[in-house]
């Protein structure tokens, strides 16, 4: 999957330090420091409380399979087919996207155990994965 | 319900281009022909149209349509976003303001070089320009640039929570196609599918294979809003709205609400449902047929239950069962759909609904339809529609 071709996402104020964490090898969760409400994908503001305040904590990586798909067509430049996408449930309760490494897609099965790693590209762009993980 | 806007309005007017795969015109051209034959079909001068409403995504202005048609003083102008997720809110936008005086008759349209332009299936690239980059970023970061692969995600969760077989997706993409085949405008017409032909498809991302994303298509299409009283002096039955609403609700989002806690169904349509039956005084026992958004086979599944036409992992029985096809309970998308006979962004499917409500739609069924119901884009905000016979 490593591919220097990928659309990068912009890094703004609400969503840059949450790929610099990435490239530290570190899978953030955003945090309110007020009310300490766990979210992703990451906000400025806080639904619960309204504040603006937040951290981020290290998740553990692990989590399970809660839906996926497998994409085939059609295929872009900068990406290598087929990509299977995993809706990982983390034990920290919230969920994230990410592709889904190291199985073939015909193995893949909903609630399996998942557990984050880390790929670089060739042009150094790091992105948090799942692969498959023995159950806890 | 306070702010009823039940009965104050009615579609009055139906236009649309040639459906095609290269229109070899510009989409302002599309759109203006569409409103054009639009006003035609309603038999109202352009100069009495006072406010014009259309997509964000719609390439056209409305002084730019307004121009090549010749409408003049102009109240109420207004783009509604999140794709095809405006379709019934283009109806509220123009109910609302007849509702209230500002204005009389209302013109809305979407017109696209879906298929020779910018193809929307061919996914989202570099060339975002709305302020919701970021979002779209989490997934284009991974190869997610299309629809499909959105909507593969929830529709994926859906069928494994309930045990939905491939077959059902391959029912409602032939059954749709067996309605085109006798539309003349359709993509489908003298086309057929049969369960062979989807299953030969081609798999785009799983469940969703070739067969069961909707068409690409070059084309128009316009209905003008006006009063029900001044309807009822046009050239057409009037379509009169029972009930219009947009509907997001939380946690909502573009295409990949995948962080709230139910992920197996359609929470902003059940919203729109509730909405549009209060407001209405209908229950789905009152819906003679239905016209669901259907940009993908797996949506029509879903919003089958949404809408309380079954119960939650009962759609699967009620498509097998014959009850969306001809001569069924609720046949849905009798022209083909989005599916099958055009992808102009559901506006195709509302003009639809009006005409079963004439009673003159191309594969009209054989009962009376007094109620027609109508939905906008799916896992996105979106709405529901409810038409009546006046
Ligand atoms: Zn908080």
């Keep these: 999957m490593q591919t220097a071709g990928r659309i990068k996402p912009p890094m703004t104020a609400d969503n840059g330090w949450w790929w610099e964490q990435a490239a530290q090898q570190v899978l953030a969760i955003q945090r309110c420091t007020s009310c300490e409400t766990l979210r992703h994908p990451p906000r400025p503001m806080c639904n619960r409380c309204r504040s603006l305040q937040w951290d981020f904590i290290a998740a553990s990586g692990r989590g399970t399979l809660a839906s996926y798909t497998v994409l085939e067509h059609p295929q872009f430049p900068g990406y290598q087919y087929p990509i299977a996408i995993a809706l990982v449930e983390l034990e920290e309760g919230e969920r994230i996207t990410a592709q889904l490494v190291g199985i073939e897609p015909d193995d893949i099965t909903f609630g399996m155990p998942l557990q984050v790693s880390f790929q670089a590209d060739p042009d150094g762009f790091v992105l948090p994965v799942f692969e498959p993980a023995e159950e806890n | ?262 992920i197996a169904s359609l929470p902003e349509m059940e919203y729109a449902a509730k909405r549009v039956y209060a407001m209405s005084g209908l229950g789905p026992d009152d819906i003679d047929a239905a016209c669901l958004y259907d940009a993908f086979t797996t949506e029509i599944v879903m919003q089958l239950e949404s809408f309380g036409f079954c119960g939650r992992g009962e759609a699967k029985d009620f498509i097998a069962d014959g009850h969306i096809g001809p001569g069924g309970r609720l046949p849905n998308n009798t022209h083909g759909g989005l599916l099958s006979e055009a992808y102009i962004h559901g506006v195709n499917n509302i003009a639809q609904a009006a005409r079963l409500i004439r009673g003159n739609a191309v594969n009209q069924p054989d009962k009376t339809v007094d109620h027609v119901l109508v939905s906008s884009g799916v896992g996105v905000p979106t709405g529901a529609l409810i038409l009546g016979r006046d």
Aim: charged share 15%.
């Design chain 2, 1 to 262: 319900m306070e702010n009823s806007l039940k009965n104050q309005a009615a579609i009055a007017g139906v236009g649309q281009t040639r459906y095609s795969k290269e229109s070899g015109v510009s989409e302002l051209s599309l759109a203006s022909e569409a409103v054009a034959n639009c006003l035609e079909d309603a038999g109202l001068a352009p100069g009495e149209v006072d406010g014009m409403v259309s997509y964000t995504l719609d390439s056209s202005d409305e002084i730019e349509v307004a121009q090549c048609v010749g409408i003049g003083d102009l109240n109420m102008f207004a783009k509604i976003n999140y794709g095809g997720g405006a379709a019934v809110g283009l109806i509220q936008q123009a109910a609302m303001a007849i509702a209230s005086g500002v204005c009389n008759n209302v013109v809305v349209w979407r017109a696209m070089n879906g298929r020779s332009g910018r193809r929307m299936g061919q996914g989202t690239g570099q060339q975002i320009v709305s302020s919701d980059l970021i979002h779209w970023s989490w997934y284009q970061v991974y190869g997610m640039l299309t629809p499909a692969s959105w909507v593969a995600m929830i529709a994926h969760k859906y069928m494994h929570t309930y045990n939905v077989p491939n077959d059902t997706l391959a029912s409602v993409a032939t059954t749709q196609r067996q309605f085109a085949v006798s539309n003349p405008a359709a993509f489908g017409y003298q086309k057929p599918m049969s369960t062979e032909d989807y299953y030969h498809s081609k798999m785009v991302s799983y469940p969703l294979r070739v067969f069961d994303c909707c068409q690409e298509t070059d084309g128009g299409c316009a209905l003008l809003i006006t009063s029900t009283e001044r309807a009822k002096s046009l050239k057409q039955t009037p379509a009169v709205i029972r009930a219009v609403t947009q509907a997001s609700v939380q946690g909502q989002e573009q295409m990949t609400s995948f962080y709230r806690d139910d």
